[in-house]
């Protein structure tokens, strides 16, 4: 099993939570390991970028200590990885939605074996994934500059990366080939250097249900041909979908004006969705 506790780092002064200060330094990568039956060897791949699934967990493992020895923050942008050296820092890219945000991999897990990647709550939260609980993505190995390591070190977090276009999520989603999207609800597990496996909470996805009113104007932010992935950015923005002829759109509204809908326009503009456009509402 992963012993968090050989790294030898010096105690730290205490953080704002009462912990103590982290460090980058010195990396610890570990011995080969086995949880469930299933071995797993920990190994500095550089250039490491997988495609699979995201699970996330948070408030029941608060405080606890990870694999490297330091304690859980569910408010840190933090995540479990079976084999990366603990820290390591991650991109982690949504390929429902393209967004893709900076993540720092302190612990071990998850051990289910759909799951590639364990986020912390606020981690899944800054990607748009909490509310749908398990989410496809991509998880690439990154050498990022000092100034985002220290905000992540301190419990912050970092600006999004650019959003990744269309043709490369597409290429991207390919490369699931026959893996299923794990079905809800899920239990996901995290190895720690006192907790072996850690179970949390089952999540469940909420789907946004279509708007109904009398307002004449809606705000499209987006359409897809995919019902999944219309779903997963309403549930992230907090919008609704429609289908029709062959696609869902998610909209914001109805709104009782014109004028009045630009407030929805306003709203997709500061969530990423420039191209945000007011048309009539078909659905009155």
Same mark, same amino acid.
């Given at each position: 099993m992963v012993d968090g506790r050989g790294d030898n780092r010096l105690?730290?002064?205490?953080?704002?939570?009462?912990? %103590?200060?982290?460090?980058?330094?010195?990396?610890?990568i570990g011995a080969p390991y086995t949880v469930a039956g299933e071995t797993y060897t920990p190994a500095d791949t550089p250039n490491y970028e997988e495609v699979g699934y995201a699970s996330w967990y948070g408030a029941a493992h608060e405080g606890k200590p990870t694999a490297n020895g330091e304690a859980f923050r569910m408010e840190a942008i933090s995540a479990a990885h079976k084999t990366l050296p603990? /820290?390591?820092?991650? @991109?982690?890219? +949504? *390929?429902?939605?393209?967004?893709t945000i900076l993540v720092r991999v302190n612990d071990r897990g998850p051990f289910v074996r759909d799951r590639i990647i364990d986020l +912390? +709550? #606020?981690?899944? &939260? &800054?990607? !748009?994934l909490r509310r749908s609980g398990v989410a496809a993505v991509r998880v $690439?190995?990154?050498? /990022?500059?000092?100034q985002e390591r220290a905000? *992540?070190? #301190?419990? !912050?977090?970092? =600006? @999004? %990366?650019?959003?990744? /276009? @269309?043709?490369?999520?597409?290429?991207?989603?390919k490369r699931l080939g026959g893996q299923a999207r794990p079905v809800l609800p899920v239990q996901q597990a995290s190895i720690s250097a006192?907790?072996? @496996? $850690? &179970?949390?909470? /089952?999540?469940? *996805?909420?789907?946004? =249900?279509?708007?109904?009113?009398?307002?004449?104007?809606?705000? &499209?932010? =987006? #359409?897809?041909? +995919?019902?999944? %992935?219309?779903?997963?950015?309403?549930?992230?923005?907090? =919008?609704?979908?429609?289908?029709g002829n062959g696609l869902w759109r998610v909209r914001f509204g109805p709104y009782s004006s014109e004028a009045a809908a630009q407030q929805g326009v306003e709203k997709a503009t500061a969530k990423g969705y420039a191209n945000a456009r007011i048309m009539a509402n078909d659905r009155k």
């Amino acid at each position: 099993m992963v012993d968090g506790r050989g790294d030898n780092r010096l105690p730290g002064p205490p953080t704002r939570n009462g912990g %103590r200060a982290v460090a980058d330094y010195p990396v610890k990568i570990g011995a080969p390991y086995t949880v469930a039956g299933e071995t797993y060897t920990p190994a500095d791949t550089p250039n490491y970028e997988e495609v699979g699934y995201a699970s996330w967990y948070g408030a029941a493992h608060e405080g606890k200590p990870t694999a490297n020895g330091e304690a859980f923050r569910m408010e840190a942008i933090s995540a479990a990885h079976k084999t990366l050296p603990l /820290p390591s820092y991650v @991109e982690v890219t +949504s *390929l429902d939605t393209g967004r893709t945000i900076l993540v720092r991999v302190n612990d071990r897990g998850p051990f289910v074996r759909d799951r590639i990647i364990d986020l +912390s +709550s #606020a981690a899944a &939260q &800054q990607l !748009g994934l909490r509310r749908s609980g398990v989410a496809a993505v991509r998880v $690439r190995r990154v050498n /990022p500059p000092d100034q985002e390591r220290a905000a *992540l070190r #301190a419990g !912050g977090q970092t =600006a @999004e %990366r650019l959003a990744t /276009p @269309e043709p490369l999520l597409v290429v991207l989603r390919k490369r699931l080939g026959g893996q299923a999207r794990p079905v809800l609800p899920v239990q996901q597990a995290s190895i720690s250097a006192s907790a072996p @496996e $850690r &179970q949390t909470a /089952p999540v469940k *996805l909420v789907l946004p =249900a279509p708007a109904t009113g009398s307002g004449g104007y809606v705000v &499209q932010v =987006a #359409a897809f041909s +995919s019902k999944d %992935r219309a779903n997963a950015l309403a549930v992230q923005i907090g =919008a609704w979908t429609v289908e029709g002829n062959g696609l869902w759109r998610v909209r914001f509204g109805p709104y009782s004006s014109e004028a009045a809908a630009q407030q929805g326009v306003e709203k997709a503009t500061a969530k990423g969705y420039a191209n945000a456009r007011i048309m009539a509402n078909d659905r009155k």
